[in-house]
């Protein structure tokens, strides 16, 4: 089991940054894969940015550029600094830790914190 706890998000006008964070309940040695995920209203949820136990980053190409998904292996802390807003970067941003179990490949997620981005 692993347990994720986001936290930083909040109201930004457009142009401006926020940091959000997730604390992991476990060792990230063992998260294969950590990822940010955002579902705005009405839309499903997409992939926004993930990293990989050896640091190999991914973005969607609609961040790229503007975002930096970054960890803490000693704090356990995964990262996602968002520069340059937009209100379409309005979402709830989910964390999602990836690992090896039983069954093959599982997948946990945090609670989601909201982030609003004011035009």
């Known amino acids: 089991q692993v347990q994720l706890v986001e936290s930083g998000g909040g109201l930004v006008q457009a142009g401006g940054s926020l940091s959000v964070s997730c604390a992991v309940s476990r060792s990230i040695f063992s998260i294969d894969v950590m990822g940010w995920y955002r579902q705005a209203p009405g839309k499903q949820r997409e992939l926004v940015a993930t990293?990989?136990?050896?640091?190999?980053?991914n973005y969607a190409g609609s961040v790229k550029g503007r975002f930096t998904i970054s960890k803490d292996n000693a704090k356990n802390t995964v990262y996602l600094q968002m520069n340059s807003l937009k209100p379409e970067d309005t979402a709830v941003y989910y964390c999602?830790?990836?690992?090896?179990?039983?069954?093959?490949?599982?997948?946990?997620w945090g609670q989601g914190t909201q982030v609003t981005v004011s035009s």
């Open positions: 990293i990989t136990r050896g640091g190999s980053k």
């Open positions: 999602r830790a990836d690992l090896g179990c039983a069954s093959g490949t599982c997948s946990y």
